[in-house]
T-cell receptor, first 112, second 109 residues
């Protein structure tokens, strides 16, 4: 069974903290994505990666960075968390055709 | 996603049909998708349609695509309580997916 695993289901952090969100997939997919989900706004793409050590900005990259050192792992980094980054973060992966995205269960991040 | 629009809420009686509508902007999209998100879970691919098709049927699900109007719909026949979820329409856009805001479907007895 295919699996995208996000390391934390819930996280609470303080303003200014550095935050790491981890995502691992076991499907040998080339493409991985980080989205944030906010009520009424749907999913917005933060960053994506189509290969190891490659990254591309999505629609809302400001305040975020990513790391893809290994094919199966894609990390989202908040260098200095702010309250407007309180959100549900969803990781996804897809094969080369991008026909289907497989999503993790999400990490609900609260920044206080 | 501003490029993909869908209504935010739909309430339907158990046993009736649900129809969720979506409009998109990128006429070059190869695939169009419907994803389902149950409470506390990530998104799950429900069905998708190639852009050269008008209709796709999969058990209780029927997808209709009107390319001229850039309109996509999802019909769920005999709606059940387990169909209560948020449904997202998505289009491919430069090999990325753009999602709508999601339609929350509530099934009432």
């Amino acid at each position: 069974d295919v699996k995208v695993t996000q390391s934390s289901r819930y996280l609470v952090k303080r303003t200014g903290e550095k935050v790491f969100l981890e995502c691992v997939q076991d499907m040998d997919h080339e493409n991985m994505f980080w989205y944030r989900q906010d009520p009424g706004l749907g999913l917005r793409l933060i960053y994506f990666s189509y290969d190891v050590k490659m990254k591309e900005k999505g629609d809302i990259p400001e305040g975020y960075s990513v790391s893809r050192e290994k094919k199966e792992r894609f990390s989202l980094i908040l260098e200095s968390a702010s309250t407007n980054q309180t959100s549900m973060y969803l990781c996804a992966s897809a094969g080369t055709e991008n026909e289907k995205l497989f999503f993790g269960s999400g990490t609900q991040l609260s920044v206080l | 996603g501003e490029d993909v629009e869908q209504s935010l809420f739909l309430s339907v009686r158990e046993g009736d049909s649900s129809v969720i509508n979506c409009t998109y902007t990128d006429s070059s999209s190869t695939y169009l998708y419907w994803y389902k998100q149950e409470p506390g879970a990530g998104l799950q691919l429900l069905t998708y349609i190639f852009s050269n098709m008008d209709m796709k049927q999969d058990q209780r699900l029927t997808v209709l695509l009107n390319k001229k109007d850039k309109h996509l719909s999802l019909r769920i026949a005999d709606t059940q309580t387990g169909d209560s979820a948020i449904y997202f329409c998505a289009e491919t856009n430069d090999y990325k997916l753009s999602f709508g805001a999601g339609t929350t479907v509530t099934v009432r007895a």
